[in-house]
C-alpha cells in the first residue's frame, strides 16, 4: 500500500519528513482499537506487510510512539509508517481515549490532567505497551517506547515505572515527575533528547533528572541536548517562538538518527 492511500492528507512539511525514509512499497497501515478498564482506545499501526505472518525465529522489534498533547495526529501516524518502513511493527498509541483530539485551546488542560495523576498516567501507557505487545509477529523481547512532548514525558514515565521494555527514546519531553523513580527501577536504557532553548526544559531540569536517575541506580542512559533547539523541535510545522515552541530541521535529523542507531544497538 503507498503512503499516498495511508495518509492522504498529509501537510507537506509532514511529507517532508515522510521521505526521509525510503518508501518500500510494503507498509500497511490503519486505526486500531482496544479497551482500557473500559475506556476504548484508537491507535494507529504501521507493520510490514510480513509482520504478522512472521515465524517465531523472525518475530520483529516493535516501537510504542506516544503522541504529544494534541493526540493521534498525522504527526505520530507519520513516525509509525517511517518506523515500519525501517522493519519495525509500530503503534501509535493512544493516552486520550477514542475520539479525544484537542485542539490547541484544549491541549493544555487534557494532557495537565495527566500530568496531575502519575498513577493513572503509566497504567493508561502500560495498556497501550500491552495492546502493541499483543499484536502478532511482535517479539515482545524487542520493544520499545518513543514519544514527543508529553508522549516523550510519558515515555519516561514508563522507565520510571519499571516496565518491561528494551529501550526508551525522549524526544523533547518534559523531565520532572511527581513520583521519581525508586531505586533500582529504571532497566530500560534510555536516550533523552533536548533543546537548550526549550522553555519547558530549562538547563536546571536537566540536571534533576540526571540526579534522579543516579539516585535510582539506572546505569544505561544518555542525554543529548541540541543547540538553539526549542521545545517541539521534532514536530514538523510548529512556529511559535514566541511560546518557546519552534520546529528544528537539523534537530529533527540528527535526533532521529541518534535514535535509529540507539535501536539499532539495543533492538
Known amino acids: 500500500m503507498t503512503t499516498t492511500e495511508l495518509l492522504p492528507d498529509l501537510s507537506p512539511e509532514l511529507r517532508t519528513v515522510l521521505d526521509t ?7 500497511q497501515g490503519g486505526d486500531v482499537v482496544w479497551d482500557d478498564d473500559g475506556t476504548p482506545l484508537e491507535g494507529w499501526l504501521a507493520t510490514p506487510d510480513t509482520a504478522a505472518s512472521a515465524e517465531p525465529d523472525e518475530l520483529r522489534p516493535a516501537v510504542l510512539v506516544l503522541h504529544d498533547w494534541f493526540g493521534v495526529v498525522d504527526h505520530v501516524k507519520v ?10 511493527v509500530a503503534l501509535a498509541g493512544d493516552v486520550y481515549g477514542q475520539g479525544v483530539r484537542p485542539g490547541p485551546e484544549e491541549a493544555g488542560a487534557q ?6 495523576d502519575v498513577p493513572a498516567f503509566r497504567a493508561r ?9 499483543a499484536e502478532p509477529g511482535v517479539d515482545p523481547a524487542r520493544i520499545a517506547v518513543m514519544g514527543y512532548c508529553f508522549g516523550g514525558s510519558g ?4 522507565a520510571r515505572s519499571g516496565a518491561d521494555v528494551a529501550a526508551v527514546a525522549s524526544f523533547h519531553g518534559g523531565l520532572g515527575t511527581q513520583l521519581p523513580a525508586e531505586e533500582g527501577a529504571v532497566t530500560a536504557p534510555l536516550l ?30 544518555q542525554v543529548v541536548s541540541y543547540s538553539d533547539a526549542m521545545h517541539a523541535f521534532a514536530v514538523p510545522g510548529t512556529d511559535s517562538p514566541e511560546h518557546g515552541a519552534q520546529y528544528q530541521a537539523v534537530a529533527d535529523r540528527r535526533s532521529w538518527a541518534q535514535m535509529r542507531a540507539f535501536f539499532d544497538e539495543v533492538l
Open 21 to 27: 525514509v525510503p518508501d518500500t512499497g510494503t507498509v
Open 79 to 88: 513516525r509509525a509508517v517511517m518506523l515500519a518502513r525501517l522493519g519495525y
Open 111 to 116: 494532557a495537565g490532567a495527566w500530568y496531575g
Open 125 to 133: 501507557l502500560a495498556a497501550n505497551l500491552e495492546r502493541l505487545r
Open 155 to 158: 515515555a519516561l514515565e514508563l
Open 192 to 221: 533523552v533528547m533536548t533543546g537548550t532553548a526549550d522553555p519547558v526544559v530549562p538547563d536546571d531540569a536537566v540536571v534533576a533528572f540526571e540526579d534522579e536517575l543516579r539516585a535510582a541506580g539506572a546505569t544505561d542512559w
